[in-house]
T-cell receptor
Framework: GGIITQTPKFLIGQEGQKLTLKCQQNFNHDTMYWYRQDSGKGLRLIYY???????QKGDLSEGYDASREKKSSFSLTVTSAQKNEMAVFLC???????????FGPGTRLTVL | GQQVQQSPASLVLQEGENAELQCNFSTSLNSMQWFYQRPGGSLVSLFYNPSGTKQSGRLTSTTVIKERRSSLHISSSQTTDSGTYLC???????????FGSGTRLQVYA
């Protein structure tokens, strides 16, 4: 089996600050995802990547950048943190042969 | 685009009762994934079920492709089953999951 790790678990930043969230997976999966989950709501896709150095925008990409420099890691940057984007950010991955996705434990973002 | 209708939105049970959660899809269905989430917790995959019925302990998932629906049955519920259950469907081309809005389950002793 494998695991997805996300760092940090809790991220606190100031409004307007640039913040980076990291995700690592050892499944050797091709595709990785970043989702945002607002309190009491469903998940929305921010970015995904089908292979190293590939980036694809999701429905919620505005205000975010992403980076996939290695197959095993996928970073998400909040370019200018806003109070209305306090949420849990979830990283996920899947192999090319299946649609099944595996999720990391999440990073909870608080903006002061 | 794809739409997922999940029901019920919330459910309250006495320990020992059974639960039936449903997801219906507006477009053709190719597979289904069910997740469990505790408040403040991450998503735990319960089933990846392209079609037919799968069982794991007290949980049973049934996906009927041609009827565009999937269900999750919880038998003999326990207080530890409390949390949110989410269904999700990938699109036809790239694996971006489309999530239902979730069922919030509360089981009392």
């Amino acid at each position: 089996g494998g695991i997805i790790t996300q760092t940090p678990k809790f991220l606190i930043g100031q409004e307007g600050q640039k913040l980076t969230l990291k995700c690592q997976q050892n499944f050797n999966h091709d595709t990785m995802y970043w989702y945002r989950q607002d309190s009491g709501k469903g998940l929305r896709l921010i970015y995904y990547s089908i292979t190293e150095n590939d980036l694809q925008k999701g429905d919620l990409s505005e205000g975010y950048d992403a980076s996939r420099e290695k197959k095993s890691s996928f970073s998400l940057t909040v370019t200018s943190a806003q109070k209305n984007e306090m949420a849990v950010f979830l990283c996920a991955s899947r192999t090319g042969g299946s649609y099944e996705q595996y999720f990391g434990p999440g990073t909870r973002l608080t903006v002061l | 685009g794809q739409q997922v209708q999940q029901s019920p939105a919330s459910l309250v049970l006495q320990e020992g009762e059974n639960a039936e959660l449903q997801c219906n899809f507006s477009t053709s269905l190719n597979s289904m994934q069910w997740f469990y989430q505790r408040p403040g917790g991450s998503l735990v995959s319960l089933f990846y079920n392209p079609s037919g019925t799968k069982q794991s302990g007290r949980l049973t998932s049934t996906t009927v492709i041609k009827e565009r629906r999937s269900s999750l049955h919880i038998s003999s519920s326990q207080t530890t089953d409390s949390g949110t259950y989410l269904c999700a469907m990938p699109p036809q081309v790239v694996g971006q999951l489309t999530f239902g809005s979730g069922t919030r389950l509360q089981v009392y002793a």
